[in-house]
């Protein structure tokens, strides 16, 4: 699936489309779409075979839990293309980046607009943590560590197989604090796991504040690479090097990309919250309102008119 756009447009798409949900709706995950939106840009336009999705462009009401009784039951995997063999696989492993996620679904052509109208509500798949049916989720992830070792497993039983789509998964520094992450690298490592990479948000923050304040990691590159992974360290705001450092051949061992980024990059107004900016939510009219003019001139759109949708 081909996209008329450029991974750069994309990047600022998801940034502005973003931006006017949380202008819109009191707050939400801003910081993360400053973060991230050049990684998710570049995964869904360039370097991830995807077919096309195989499920509606309005996302279906939640149908419940699988059972026997729900033979219907579909992931929301669906989105990013369907389960075959030449075709990638990606793994949100993040899922609080999931408005980021369902703008870049709505920037690359996967999804309607209209389905951000049914963020966070009752009965809605659109969620506001990702679960495994919310657009572009194939499990429910946390962040809890497990993305990388549910990759890996998928990974290793593609290889056995003879697929040739490779697994992705896209995933935050805050994993690092969690020892499933390490076991998941040595595994890969140790079973010659090579068609499994993954993309690191690497943002140094997490919900109670800078990751340094409440865990330090130390030198994650050296970490990984003790544990048997390749290990790319980019600027997460450049194209080019993100380009370079998914080319880094990786024979035998997993590909980690260490994408170091900014959490107000293209708003940088929001330095004003630092370091408190894991969720932004409004706290005066007079601050959103401030928030709305200031912002919206550094993404080059006009402010968002409140209380319309």
């Not at 750069?8 to 819109?24: K, S």
């Not at 995950?29 to 939106?37: D, E, N, R, V």
């Not at 499994?196 to 970490?223: E, F, P, Y």
Request: contains cysteine; negative net charge; glycine residues 10%.
């Amino acid at each position: 699936m081909k996209n008329v756009k450029t991974t750069e447009e994309i990047a600022l798409g998801i940034r502005r489309r973003v931006f006017e949900h949380c202008m819109r709706n009191n707050g939400g995950y801003l910081s993360q779409a400053c973060s991230a939106a050049e990684q998710l840009a570049f995964l869904y336009n360039e370097a991830l075979k995807l077919g096309d999705p195989t499920l509606p462009m309005i996302p279906p009401p939640f149908g419940g839990v699988p059972s026997a009784e729900n033979t219907t039951y579909v992931t929301g995997a669906g989105y990013n293309g369907p389960f075959e063999p030449q075709y990638d696989r990606l793994f949100i492993a993040p899922a609080h980046y999931a408005l980021v996620a369902y703008a870049t679904l709505i920037e690359v052509g996967r999804m309607a607009p209209e389905g951000l109208e049914m963020f966070n509500q009752d009965g809605s798949s659109v969620e506001m943590i990702g679960a495994e049916h919310s657009p572009g989720m194939e499990v429910h992830n946390g962040t809890l560590g497990i993305g990388l070792s549910t990759g890996a497993g998928l990974a290793w039983g593609r290889k056995r197989r003879g697929e040739s789509g490779e697994v992705c998964v896209f995933m935050s520094d805050g994993e690092v604090q969690e020892g499933q992450t390490w076991e998941a690298v040595q595994a890969a490592a140790h079973h010659g796991i090579d068609n499994v990479w993954a993309i690191m948000d690497v943002n140094r923050q997490q919900c109670d504040g800078a990751m340094d304040s409440v865990m330090t990691v130390g030198d994650i590159a050296t970490k990984l690479r003790n544990f048997g992974a390749v290990v790319a360290e980019i600027d997460a705001h450049d194209l080019t090097a993100m380009r370079q450092a998914k080319a880094t051949p990786h024979e035998g061992q997993p590909l980690i990309i260490l994408a170091n980024s900014s959490p107000t990059k293209g708003m940088e107004f929001l330095m004003r919250r630092f370091p408190r900016l894991h969720y932004v939510r409004f706290k005066s009219d007079t601050e959103r309102a401030e928030m709305n003019i200031a912002i919206a001139a550094e993404l080059g759109i006009e402010p968002i008119k409140l209380g319309e949708h």
